[in-house]
């Protein structure tokens, strides 16, 4: 089974910086591109960043400049350091990956979410 757990979230002033991340677990064979989405109240969830395998990135215009996504390959995280946080960064923040398991079948995972709240 696999398991994708986020950390990092809270509540920090306008300004401030947060680092969130989130380790998949279990019975995994690879794990392609990785993702950080956001929904904030009364809102669609929506892609943040994403990064590859390779380490290849894309993030959306809102967030460019401030936030950067990054994994390490070995220990299966992937990391969102956000920076210059605003008040309209508030939300919760999903972790995704679309990753193959051990026995071969290829699906895309979530994790639990974390909330992040940021103060103006």
């Known amino acids: 089974q696999v398991q994708l757990v986020e950390s990092g979230g809270g509540l920090v002033q306008a300004g401030g910086s947060l680092r969130l991340s989130c380790a998949a677990s279990?019975?995994?064979?690879?794990?392609?591109?990785m993702g950080w989405y956001r929904q904030a109240p009364g809102k669609q969830r929506e892609l943040i960043a994403s990064i590859t395998s390779g380490g290849s990135t894309n993030s959306r215009d809102s967030v460019k400049g401030r936030f950067t996504i990054s994994r390490d390959n070995a220990k299966n995280t992937v990391y969102l350091q956000m920076n210059s946080l605003k008040p309209e960064d508030t939300a919760v923040y999903y972790c995704n990956a679309d990753l193959v398991s051990a026995i071969g079948f290829r699906n895309t995972y979530w994790g639990q979410g974390t909330q992040v709240t940021v103060s103006s």
């Open positions: 279990g019975s995994i064979f690879s794990i392609n591109t």
